[in-house]
C-alpha cells in the first residue's frame, strides 16, 4: 500500500457541495432579517471566524449568534439553518467508500465551528461513520493551514505527517499540508482527483 494510508478530507466544496445562499435565506426565514444585515452580523463582524477557532462552545455559539442578530431564534431551528448551506457529493463519497475498501483510513479536517459539528449527527448521517476523526478547527483552535492545525489533527489520529494526505479545495491548504510534511491535492472535482490519487498509486 502507498505510504499515505491516511486521508483527510475538507468538508465544504469537497466532500459537501456549499450553498452559503441556502443558509442566509433560512436565518432570514427564522428572523425577518435582511440577508445583507445577517451577512454582516456573523461573518462581516468576525463571529463566524470566532466560532472556527474555538472561541465558543455549541451553547455559547448559539447564544452568540442570536445576540449578534439582536433577536431570539431556538438552538435546533439555528442548526437546522446552518445546515442548509451543504449537500454531501455522491461522487465524493463514493471515492471514500473506494479508499475505506482499500484498507485505508478517511479522515476529516475542516475549518469549521461548533454548529456545523452539531449538525452531523441529525442532517448528515451519512458523514461520521466515514471520517475517524473528525477533525474540526473550533475544536483544534486552529485553522488551515498553521502548523498547530495540522499537527493537532495528526495528533488526534494517532499518524505522522508523511503518512497522511490532504484533499482541500484551497490551494493554499493544500500546499500548507505539503509544507508541513503530508500531501497535498487541491480537490476539482471528483473525476480529477481520481486521476490525482491514481498519480500518487492510490486506487479508488
Given at each position: 500500500?502507498?505510504?499515505?494510508?491516511?486521508?483527510?478530507f475538507d468538508?465544504?466544496?469537497?466532500?459537501?457541495?456549499?450553498?452559503?445562499?441556502?443558509r442566509?435565506?433560512?436565518?432570514?426565514?427564522?428572523?425577518?432579517?435582511?440577508?445583507?444585515?445577517?451577512?454582516?452580523?456573523?461573518w462581516?463582524?468576525?463571529?463566524?471566524?470566532?466560532?472556527?477557532?474555538?472561541r465558543?462552545s455549541?451553547?455559547?455559539?448559539?447564544?452568540?449568534?442570536?445576540?449578534?442578530?439582536?433577536?431570539?431564534?431556538?438552538?435546533?431551528?439555528?442548526?437546522?439553518?446552518?445546515?442548509?448551506?451543504?449537500d454531501?457529493?455522491?461522487?465524493?463519497?463514493?471515492?471514500?467508500?473506494?479508499?475505506?475498501?482499500?484498507?485505508?483510513r478517511?479522515?476529516?479536517?475542516?475549518?469549521?465551528?461548533?454548529?456545523?459539528?452539531?449538525?452531523?449527527?441529525?442532517?448528515?448521517?451519512?458523514?461520521?461513520?466515514?471520517?475517524?476523526?473528525?477533525?474540526?478547527?473550533?475544536?483544534?483552535?486552529?485553522?488551515?493551514?498553521?502548523?498547530?492545525?495540522?499537527?493537532?489533527?495528526?495528533?488526534?489520529?494517532?499518524v505522522?505527517?508523511?503518512?497522511?494526505?490532504?484533499i482541500?479545495?484551497?490551494?493554499?491548504?493544500?500546499?500548507?499540508?505539503?509544507?508541513?510534511g503530508?500531501?497535498?491535492?487541491?480537490?476539482?472535482g471528483?473525476?480529477?482527483?481520481?486521476?490525482?490519487?491514481?498519480?500518487?498509486?492510490?486506487?479508488?
Amino acid at each position: 500500500m502507498n505510504g499515505r494510508d491516511l486521508i483527510f478530507f475538507d468538508l465544504g466544496s469537497v466532500v459537501c457541495r456549499f450553498y452559503p445562499e441556502r443558509r442566509l435565506a433560512a436565518i432570514r426565514a427564522a428572523t425577518g432579517l435582511d440577508e445583507r444585515e445577517i451577512h454582516a452580523r456573523i461573518w462581516g463582524s468576525g463571529l463566524d471566524d470566532q466560532m472556527d477557532r474555538g472561541r465558543y462552545s455549541l451553547d455559547e455559539a448559539c447564544r452568540a449568534v442570536a445576540d449578534a442578530l439582536g433577536c431570539p431564534i431556538a438552538p435546533d431551528t439555528l442548526l437546522t439553518a446552518w445546515a442548509r448551506a451543504w449537500d454531501t457529493d455522491p461522487d465524493v463519497l463514493a471515492i471514500v467508500d473506494a479508499l475505506r475498501r482499500d484498507g485505508r483510513r478517511t479522515a476529516m479536517l475542516s475549518d469549521n465551528g461548533p454548529l456545523l459539528l452539531a449538525t452531523l449527527p441529525r442532517h448528515f448521517r451519512e458523514l461520521p461513520p466515514r471520517f475517524e476523526p473528525l477533525c474540526f478547527s473550533s475544536e483544534l483552535c486552529a485553522v488551515k493551514p498553521t502548523l498547530e492545525c495540522f499537527t493537532r489533527a495528526l495528533a488526534r489520529a494517532g499518524v505522522a505527517p508523511e503518512r497522511a494526505l490532504l484533499i482541500d479545495d484551497v490551494p493554499e491548504n493544500a500546499e500548507g499540508a505539503r509544507a508541513h510534511g503530508l500531501e497535498g491535492i487541491v480537490f476539482t472535482g471528483a473525476a480529477e482527483l481520481r486521476r490525482s490519487l491514481a498519480q500518487l498509486g492510490i486506487a479508488c
